[in-house]
């Protein structure tokens, strides 16, 4: 019976795996939270977990760091170190604050993208496109999961040989000294092993979170320029004035929906990922700034800033040519052959597509590509001008 039971779960994991879809993408993203007792979609905190979490980020990062500036920090070097320590600190405490504080907000944007896909993927060309898009999703999440995971523990465990106050500049385990004497070295391990499990979930729980949010609006952007480029094929049609109106006006209520769910990814992800970017972009500096022998000791987080940053400024881009591409769509539907009142119709989505689409950091920070090409530069210079 037991058996049955494992081999119909593994069943449904495959399904689960397989389901090219924002379900599979979400229940994918959501996997690792349900497990340790932080359900992303749940109306109410995990108390328990959260508890337990925020007492392992203060005990091994925030008096680890303390004591290693106090009594071990004595070149610059080492202070640069630490200083890598603090940022990756406020990237998790700033996701953190997220999971905590946008949970209705993200409830909210989710029943609304619920609704829009409900809308747009009734036709057959129209869900293959949504299909092709999460499977690309549904692959580059489960990479970056075993990726960033298997990164995690080489570098922190293995490459390091446990030794985390030389190499990662960090006082592990306060009051359990001495740490080369058993049991104290094995119970360290297994705290600063559960810290790091958990602080790289909730890391990457968020960033695979935006992955599947934003790649799921430009996909029902995409989905709606083709919709209105075949209004084409219906001019040729008998009654086609009252089918053009129809479609016109479903087409512009779906429109009206997707300007609200990008309005409402700014409120998400507004100040989280400007704090992200700023926290990020140092942490690059920082290590350019090191010497090269140190920088394999800090890979796995320099690995997490360039992603992180990449896919953030990735996704935006992609939200804003799919946006353009439907307003190209616009002109290309054949309105010079509607009627007067489709006429007005297009006219009025025509409008309202010159809104801008793109999601902004901190109210300011347009989150594309030629953010993320300006950043580096900027770093680049800095550096060099450091370095002569």
Known sequence: MCFLKIKQQIIDIQK????YSLNGSLWIVNLLPRLMGFNLRADKVGVFFWTIYILLLVYVFGIGIFVYLWKHV???????KSYLNLSLILVIVNNSCWFLSKRSLLNKVLKKIHLIEDLSCESEHALAKYRRVFKIVTHLLLASYVLFYFTEIYFMFLFRNYDLLE?????????LEPLSSSPN???CLIIVLIHEFISTTVMMSFAALFLVLIAHTAVMFLVLAEDMTKLTDLINLADHRKMIRESLRSLIHRHSLLLQIVYELRLLYSVPLGINFISNAMSILVLLCLPIHEWPSFLHIIGYCFFAF???????QNVIN???KFIDAIYCCGWEHFGVAEKKLVHVMLRQAQKPVEIIALGMISVN???????LQLIYKFVTVLKI
Not at 167 to 175: F, I, K, M, N, R
Not at 369 to 375: K, L, Q
């Open 369 to 375: 590509m030629n953010t993320y090409v300006e950043a």
């Open 322 to 324: 799919a946006s353009e």
């Open 16 to 19: 689960h795996f397989k389901d």
């Open 167 to 175: 190499d990662y500049s960090l006082a592990p385990c306060v009051g």
């Open 310 to 316: 990449f896919l953030y400024c990735f996704l935006g």
């Open 74 to 80: 004595d070149t610059m070097s080492g202070l640069m």
């Open 185 to 187: 070295s094995e119970i």
